[in-house]
């Protein structure tokens, strides 16, 4: 996960294999390992500072786009994470979204 949020650039030129860290950081926040949750909810803020526009605007051909994903997996991550890092989900989606919005306003 370190290495993952050390090279955002590798991910903004990699869109499916940026899609790939994002569902198995879902996956480690459900884990209940002691400090897994915590490195993966640090990594998804990462992400969403360095990777927001690539994330809110990824859509392969006929599949879900990835803030829908995302906005689905954060129902069911509410329930099981701490405070702290339910405060870094949120903080995350809402840079999302703010990048979302200013991206659709600017086209």
């Given at each position: 996960m370190f290495i993952v949020g050390a090279y955002p650039q590798f991910l903004q030129n990699h869109k499916k294999f940026l899609k790939t860290v994002l569902q198995k950081l879902f996956e480690f926040m459900k884990e209940s390992h002691p400090g897994i949750q915590d490195m993966a909810s640090d990594?998804?803020?990462?992400?969403?500072?360095?990777?927001?526009?690539?994330?809110?605007?990824y859509c392969e051909n006929g599949?879900?786009?990835?803030?829908?994903?995302?906005?689905?997996?954060?129902?069911?991550?509410?329930?099981?994470?701490e405070f702290r890092q339910k405060r870094q989900l949120f903080e995350?989606?809402?840079?999302?979204?703010?990048?979302?919005?200013?991206?659709?306003?600017k086209n």
């Open positions: 990594t998804f803020l990462k992400l969403g500072k360095s990777c927001s526009t690539k994330i809110s605007f599949e879900t786009p990835l803030m829908e994903e995302i906005f689905e997996n954060a129902k069911d991550l509410v329930k099981i994470l995350t989606l809402a840079i999302l979204s703010f990048s979302f919005e200013n991206s659709s306003k």
